[in-house]
């Protein structure tokens, strides 16, 4: 699996930490599934602006 490393600032690393402390799990793990879940999130609604802007086309 690759790894990356990604720079958070203090704010940033202090939530996901305070999260990752009330869910019991590793703050990478935390991050990992927030990025996870936006990537998701990102391709929905590419798919939908895709959808619809070939319906508006279409008219």
């Known amino acids: 699996m690759a790894q990356?490393?990604?720079t958070l600032d203090a704010a940033t690393?202090?939530?996901y930490c305070r999260i990752?402390?009330?869910a019991g799990l590793p703050a990478e793990q935390v991050l990992a599934d927030a990025?996870?879940?936006l990537a998701?999130?990102?391709s929905l609604e590419?798919?939908?602006r895709k959808k619809t802007g070939?319906?508006?086309?279409?008219l």
């Open 4 to 6: 990356f490393t990604v």
């Open 13 to 15: 690393a202090a939530f």
């Open 20 to 22: 990752a402390g009330r």
């Open 35 to 37: 990025l996870f879940r």
């Open 40 to 42: 998701g999130e990102l």
């Open 46 to 48: 590419a798919l939908h």
């Open 54 to 58: 070939a319906a508006e086309r279409n």
